[in-house]
């Protein structure tokens, strides 16, 4: 059974730094893309950052420049480091890994994932 642990989500002021993880189990997650999402409240859930088999990523603009997405392959966990936080970038944060192949430039289409961790929750204050 596919199972997607996201941890490392806090509170901080903005301008700090955090880093999620997303531990998967179950799960040959180095095979299709995996990506992270969010959603603040009263907003539709959104892509973050998208990693593919190649391990090549890909970001939102909002979030290029200050986010980074990557894998440990030993550790069979997904991580997104996030510095220069705003407070824009508070909401609950979502990992998601996909069952089949599709090509990177697809990485923000929720659909294609399969399989989605519970979200770990980012607040950002001024």
């Known amino acids: 059974q596919v199972q997607l642990v996201e941890s490392g989500g806090g509170s901080v002021q903005a301008g700090g730094s955090l880093r999620l993880s997303c531990a998967v189990f179950g799960y040959t997650y180095s095979s299709y893309c995996m990506g992270w999402f969010r959603q603040a409240p009263g907003k539709e859930r959104e892509g973050v950052a998208g990693?593919?088999?190649?391990?090549?990523?890909s970001y939102a603009d909002s979030v290029k420049g200050r986010f980074t997405i990557s894998q440990d392959n030993a550790k069979n966990t997904l991580y997104l480091q996030m510095n220069s936080l705003k407070p824009a970038d508070t909401a609950m944060y979502y990992c998601?890994?996909?069952?089949?192949?599709?090509?990177?430039?697809?990485?923000?289409?929720?659909?294609?994932?399969?399989?989605w961790g519970q979200g770990t929750q980012v607040t950002v204050s001024s």
């Open positions: 998601a890994a996909a069952n089949f192949y599709f090509s990177g430039a697809y990485w923000a289409s929720e659909w294609r994932y399969k399989y």
């Open positions: 990693i593919d088999s190649e391990r090549s990523p």
